[in-house]
């Protein structure tokens, strides 16, 4: 199918940008275009003008500076997947990244642009959920600061305004004595995951401490479980078997689809996340081990 008809504008500066989207109802940003394109091409969206950031200078910035990463709006997946600096300071990023879709996509799909959409499949949001991150958007009213957990309001809905445009997002760095871990199970490597896993585990003298998780495809949003009451205190180093099924089938909502059933999604993701937090614990001795702080 092809999109419906609209107008397109490419501005040259983010003022330019804020005053089309003030002007224009309606209006829709363009960035990568790799969740944006497949809605107009299947007319689920039909908006009256197309507004392509990719020409604004500034909006490109990746760096590690005061305690974050900065991930500018322009900022594509496979660029922040392969920076090594920022991978060192907060491995969940290319963890998260590694299974996002495929090169074609991650080489024109931005971060920014897949949190803003707001996917309760994708990778993205649950990951900054996890780990606290903040939107930075604009608009001709001004500038505001979004918090991770008020960020996504639904599916494919978040607290961005129509007429407000994301200019980065910052994400902490890995806080000392904490390992990361993204375990998902799809039917072929870039399919949409049927249930995933994003964990973060505080360990303090080879015992955990803390241990949180998102999960995408079970029907939870991007609320965050607090898996501490169920591994704190275990030897970070012996988790054969890590038995939290019975904290994530009270927390995740999943539904029926012509994938899978409820009751096996629900199952997948207790398993997932058992899986998820040996990994993360075993992360967190390792960066210990190597010196990381």
Not at 119 to 126: S, T
Not at 153 to 170: C, F, K, N, T, Y
Not at 172 to 183: D, E, L, M, Y
Request: cysteine-free; proline content about 6%.
């Amino acid at each position: 199918m092809k999109p419906p008809p609209f107008a397109y504008h490419a501005p040259r500066s983010v003022e330019e940008a804020l005053t089309l989207l003030a002007a224009l109802d309606g209006a829709k940003v363009l960035a990568g275009g790799q969740s944006l394109v497949p809605l107009l091409n299947m007319r689920l969206a039909e908006p009256e003008a197309l507004i392509d950031i990719g020409r604004i200078p500034g909006l490109d910035v990746l760096e590690v500076a005061d305690g974050h990463v900065r991930i500018g709006a322009g900022v594509t997946h496979e660029r922040l997947r392969r920076d090594d600096a920022v991978a060192a300071v907060q491995p969940l990023l290319r963890r998260a990244l590694d299974l996002v879709a495929h090169p074609v996509i991650r080489n024109r799909g931005t971060t920014v642009g897949s949190v803003v959409h707001a996917d309760p499949a994708a990778e993205m949001p649950a990951v900054v959920a996890l780990l606290g991150g903040t939107l930075e958007v604009a608009s001709v009213r001004g500038r505001r600061s979004i918090e991770a957990a008020d960020l996504v309001r639904g599916p494919l809905e978040s607290d961005v305004a129509p007429d407000e445009l994301a200019l980065e997002l910052r994400v902490p760095v890995a806080a000392p004595g904490t390992g990361s871990a993204f375990v998902e199970l799809s039917r072929r490597h870039g399919d949409y995951a049927l249930a995933g896993v994003a964990t973060e585990v505080a360990v303090d003298g080879g015992r955990i401490v803390g241990a949180r998780a998102t999960f995408i495809g079970v029907g939870t949003g991007t609320a965050v479980l607090d898996l501490s009451p169920a591994v704190a205190g275990r030897d970070a180093a012996d988790l054969d078997v890590v038995d939290v099924a019975g904290a994530v089938a009270g927390f995740v909502e999943p539904q029926d689809d012509v994938h899978a059933d409820a009751a096996y999604r629900r199952h997948l993701a207790g398993v997932l996340a058992g899986r998820a937090v040996r990994a993360a614990a075993a992360d967190a001795l390792a960066r210990a081990g190597a010196g990381v702080r």
